[in-house]
């Protein structure tokens, strides 16, 4: 880096992405910040230069970018493959460390024969992860799939049979009674049960799609839908909470947002009503929401927040790997939940071409509309469509 990309990051200060260590420290605490900024997209560790951006430089002993490497690679779990440069700044040696973002999460640093701290990186400074921050750690890794997991205190009698049947009919032409083999073993192909400790138990994905209200087990399946008054969040009319097998909550969720967009338009001495937003675009967004969330967060759902001239649809999760609000806008999508979209697909609401984003983008331009923005916030990622009745403007993001 040059010394002017130096200048400008340090007087930038310390994020999600920079840390600062005035020294050279033991391995063991920078392998902390090596694995917080890993753990979430990556970053760049400078050393000989304090928290106050002062530039006190660091005396650099032979060997230090193998050393560097080992602390990338014994002292951090799975190993990081990380690199180093040297730089000038004010005349004195900063060392710059590059940490890729982890390609295998969690990552965790090595504390003694036992034990292997996982830690993120929470604003400026670096913390040891919470268990549920680790397993959303191992689904952005994809170690597991979570859609499989189990759904603590649910059997089988929880699951709406009818709702079974109808997929056993569309899918194989047959009733449940039809079926030529049992009936939990067939539950268990469908990925509705999965086998654990000799019992089948009912997964996360069997919940969502066949569950009677999924949210009495796992609030995080709840959809919140909201009008506000306005563009701002000041007033509203009264929301609507969906909690309902995921077929069901689409097409919920869909009728309250076509109650609160329609436009009257005068058309010779008729007046006519006309969607402000295009359906297939609204549907996609929020198809998407709940196909790709993060569902280890149990405290958080979906928003559908409803403006004058914009919805804005709020996804719980950060993007998979791979995955920017650049890249996604032409078509690059990683499946966070491939079980649930495999569903999605099965009950005809997935295409499963990896251009739904695309599609949203051309529909809006082909109708003179401003195209959707992605954005993350925090955590989460906010979609913000407009309405064809506003043609430039200002996003805002709402508060939930």
Same mark, same amino acid.
């Given at each position: 880096m040059t010394e002017v990309e130096l200048l400008s990051l340090i007087a930038s200060g310390e994020s999600e992405t920079v840390e600062f260590k005035r020294e050279m420290d033991r391995a063991e605490r920078l392998a902390k910040e090596f694995v917080a900024l890993?753990?979430?997209? $990556?970053?760049?560790?400078?050393?000989? @230069?304090?928290?106050?951006?002062?530039?006190?430089?660091?005396?650099?002993?032979p060997g230090y970018e193998e050393w560097i490497a080992n602390v990338g690679a014994q002292t951090v779990d799975p190993p990081l493959p990380l690199t180093c440069e040297e730089g000038t700044v004010q005349g004195k040696t900063v060392l710059v460390v590059?940490?890729?973002? $982890?390609?295998?999460?969690?990552?965790? @640093?090595?504390?003694?024969?036992?034990r292997c701290t996982v830690y993120i990186r929470h604003g400026k400074s670096s913390r040891p992860a919470t268990r549920e921050e680790i397993g959303s750690l191992y689904q952005e890794g994809s170690v597991l799939d979570f859609d499989l997991s189990?759904?603590?205190g649910v059997a089988l009698a929880d699951l709406k049979m009818e709702l079974i049947d109808e997929y056993a009919r569309s899918k194989l032409g047959i009733s449940l009674e039809e079926l030529p083999i049992d009936l939990p073993q067939q539950l268990t192909n469908w990925k509705i049960l999965v086998e654990q400790e000799g019992e089948r138990k009912v997964t996360l994905t069997g919940?969502?799609?066949?569950?009677?209200?999924?949210g009495d087990f796992l609030p995080q399946a709840r959809l919140w839908l909201k009008r506000f008054k306005g563009l701002t969040t000041d007033e509203w009319y009264p929301g609507k909470e969906v909690d309902a097998p995921v077929p069901r909550a689409i097409e919920e969720a869909m009728e309250y947002?076509?109650?609160?967009?329609?436009?009257?338009?005068?058309?010779?001495?008729?007046?006519?009503?006309?969607?402000?937003?295009i359906e297939e675009v609204v549907r996609e967004a929020l198809v998407n929401a709940i196909a790709h969330r993060n569902y280890v967060r149990r405290g958080s759902r979906i928003h559908i927040s409803i403006f004058d001239d914009r919805i804005e649809i709020r996804n719980p999760g950060p993007l998979p790997n791979g995955v920017t609000v650049e890249n996604m806008r032409y078509g690059v999508q990683v499946t966070r939940n491939p079980n649930i979209v495999r569903y999605l697909q099965?009950?005809?609401?997935?295409?499963?071409?990896?251009?739904?984003?695309?599609?949203?983008i051309r529909f809006c331009l082909?109708?003179?509309i401003r195209e959707p923005d992605f954005t993350l916030v925090g955590n989460d990622l906010v979609v913000t469509i407009y309405s064809r009745r506003h043609e430039t403007p200002t996003p805002m993001v709402g508060k939930n």
């Open positions: 890993a753990n979430g997209q $990556g970053g760049i560790v400078l050393i000989g @230069v304090d928290d106050d951006h002062a530039v006190y430089g660091v005396t650099l002993q590059h940490i890729p973002r $982890g390609p295998h999460k969690p990552h965790c @640093v090595r504390e003694g024969e036992h189990v759904v603590p919940m969502l799609f066949f569950g009677d209200r999924p947002i076509k109650l609160y967009t329609v436009v009257e338009e005068v058309k010779g001495l008729k007046r006519v009503q006309k969607a402000e937003y099965a009950f005809g609401y997935w295409e499963g071409d990896g251009l739904g984003v695309p599609r949203m082909e109708n003179s």
